[in-house]
């Protein structure tokens, strides 16, 4: 949770413990407007569009978590998780990761949702899976 807190903060321009104070307050139920009207001496004063940028970030960001998660699992599941490739997927950006080989950098397939790693891994079950790459899309 610390590194999507201090992404989100690097992203603002704000301090991480404004974020994690907002964090605590949207996570307890509380509105952005709520927040944005009675808690300013709580987040340190971030302004209504600041607030909505922070929940949006947040939810994202969870979500990668969410699939990165769901993904190691998966691959793990199938026997196929080693050191390498397990820290090859916590690097990566899971927005963007793309099942390559070792020799050739270009994109076998990408991989969306858990089931395409398991679909993956039974329709080539020879297939070595090398690593995860993360490319950017910009």
């Known amino acids: 949770m610390a590194n999507i807190y201090r992404q989100i903060a690097e992203e603002l321009g704000v301090r991480e413990q404004q974020v994690e104070a907002t964090v605590t ?24 569009a600041q607030l909505r940028t ?12 969410e699939r990165r998660t769901a993904i190691l699992n998966s691959v793990r599941e199938q026997g196929k998780l080693d050191a390498a490739l397990e820290a090859a997927i916590l690097a990566a950006d899971p927005s963007r990761v793309h099942l390559v080989r070792f020799d050739d950098p270009r994109p076998l397939v990408d991989i969306d949702t858990p089931e395409d790693v398991a679909e993956l891994l039974v329709r080539a079950p020879d297939c070595r899976v090398a690593r995860f790459l993360c490319l950017s899309g910009s």
Not at 29 to 41: H, I, Q
Not at 54 to 65: D, F, H
């Open 25 to 48: 307050l949207l996570d307890g139920g509380a509105t952005v407007p709520f927040v944005a009207r009675y808690r300013k001496e709580i987040t340190g004063a971030l302004d209504d």
């Open 54 to 65: 922070l929940e949006e970030r947040l939810n994202y960001l969870r979500e990668l978590e």
